[in-house]
């Protein structure tokens, strides 16, 4: 969070109260040109202060509301038509070192599955960001009959947040998620527990980044290949 938008903000309000007090007071005791300028500079002072403190307070609502943090980055290459290889690499989580694990999939696309913890917009503004845990891995065909009938690849997935928020530094074993199944009538702060998936097309040497949002998950591409392969839709049409 931007702390300096509340400090800053904060001092410029201390500093215009000391002068609007000042100036009062000069007015009370008949300086009526110094008391003048100083009560009204505390009062601009304190109408600044105000000002930042709104602008503060819109700038940490956006940028907790739009807050991402990445979950996996998937490596692709193409062993056969409609076969691939998909390497799965999970960055390093408070004392879990990163992982990277490698799947066969078939099929057009891959797509990744979670389960969603999601906080209602209020509780993401002071602090808790959504939780997720992944589930699987798996491809899809683009065509429907051959969803019906292709090869199926489906890969369990591990990773994600275990407690998270704010309980994890609570002295105690507590999960997050069986707090929020439990108690979630009791506590109006969770929106939903809901599975999130997010798929994008394979193509050989194409690699994606998947993020958690306050949301769920989201995919993009992050090289010239998974660009070139996802560019203006990639669901064909028959």
């Not at 913890?117 to 491809?139: E, F, H, I, M, T």
């Amino acid at each position: 969070m931007f702390w300096w938008w509340w400090i800053a903000p904060a001092a410029v309000a201390v500093v215009g109260v000391l002068t609007l007090f000042a100036g009062l007071g000069s007015l009370f005791k008949g300086k009526l040109f110094g008391g003048f300028f100083g009560t009204v500079g505390g009062a601009a002072l304190l109408g600044l202060a105000l000002s930042a403190a709104l602008l503060g307070q819109n700038v940490q609502t956006y940028q907790r509301l739009t807050y991402e943090r990445p979950v996996a980055t998937l490596s692709i290459r193409q062993l056969a038509p409609q076969y691939f290889e998909v390497v799965v690499a999970q960055p390093a989580d408070g004392d879990l070192p990163a992982r990277t694990a490698v799947y066969p999939v078939n099929g057009d696309e891959w797509r990744m599955e979670a389960q969603v913890l999601k906080w209602k917009p209020w509780a993401n503004v002071v602090g808790l960001d959504s939780q997720y845990r992944l589930d699987r891995l798996s491809g899809r065909y683009q065509n429907i009959e051959q969803e019906r009938t292709g090869a199926r690849s489906v890969h369990a997935l591990h990773g994600g947040d275990d407690n998270g928020g704010v309980l994890e530094y609570v002295p105690w074993n507590l999960s997050v998620w069986d707090v929020a199944r439990k108690y979630r009538r009791y506590v109006d702060a969770v929106d939903t527990l809901y599975g999130s998936a997010a798929y994008m097309p394979m193509a050989n040497g194409a690699t994606y980044e998947v993020w958690i949002t306050q949301s769920g998950l989201i995919a993009r591409p992050t090289n010239d290949a998974a660009r070139a392969a996802s560019a203006g839709g990639f669901v064909r049409v028959n």
